[in-house]
C-alpha cells in the first residue's frame, strides 16, 4: 500500500511562485503514474496534472503553461512547480498515485495524500 505526503503549500502574493513535493513511500514508486488534483470550498476536486511512468504529461487548461509537473523515481517524489500564481489557484492540493495514465489523461486512484494549502493573494 502506497503513502503519499505533500508538502511546499502556503501563502504567496499574485505572480509568486512555489513548489509542491508528493514522497511515495510503502510501495516502490517507479510503477505509479501521478496525477496532483486541486479543491476550493464549494469546489470538486479537479486535475491540475497528470505525469505516465515514461514521463508523458498532460495539464489543466487552467494552468497549461504555468504549471510543471515532473518527477524523481529515484527520490521515490512526485513535483509540481507553480508559476505566475493567481488567486484562483488558491485550494488544498493533493497528489494521487497509482491512477491511470491513458488517451493523455490521468485517472485517479484511492491513494491520496492528505493535502496541502496553497494560498494566493491579490
Known amino acids: 500500500q502506497v503513502r503519499l505526503v505533500e508538502s511546499g503549500g502556503g501563502l504567496v502574493q499574485a505572480g509568486g511562485s512555489l513548489r509542491l513535493s508528493c514522497v511515495a513511500s510503502?510501495?516502490?514508486?517507479?510503477?505509479?503514474?501521478i496525477g496532483w488534483f486541486r479543491q476550493s470550498p464549494g469546489k470538486q476536486r479537479e486535475l491540475v496534472a497528470g505525469?505516465?511512468?515514461?514521463?508523458?504529461?498532460n495539464y489543466a487548461d487552467s494552468v497549461r503553461g504555468r504549471f510543471t509537473i515532473s518527477r524523481d523515481n529515484a527520490q521515490n517524489t512526485a513535483y509540481l512547480q507553480m508559476n505566475s500564481l493567481k488567486p484562483e489557484d488558491t485550494a488544498v492540493y493533493y497528489c494521487?498515485?497509482?491512477?491511470?495514465?491513458?488517451?493523455?489523461?490521468?485517472?485517479?486512484?484511492?491513494?491520496w495524500g492528505q493535502g496541502t494549502q496553497v494560498t494566493v493573494s491579490s
Open positions: 494521487n498515485g497509482g491512477g491511470r495514465y491513458t488517451d493523455n489523461y490521468y485517472y485517479s486512484s484511492g491513494a
Open positions: 510503502g510501495s516502490t514508486f517507479r510503477p505509479f503514474a
Open positions: 505525469i505516465s511512468t515514461t514521463f508523458d504529461t
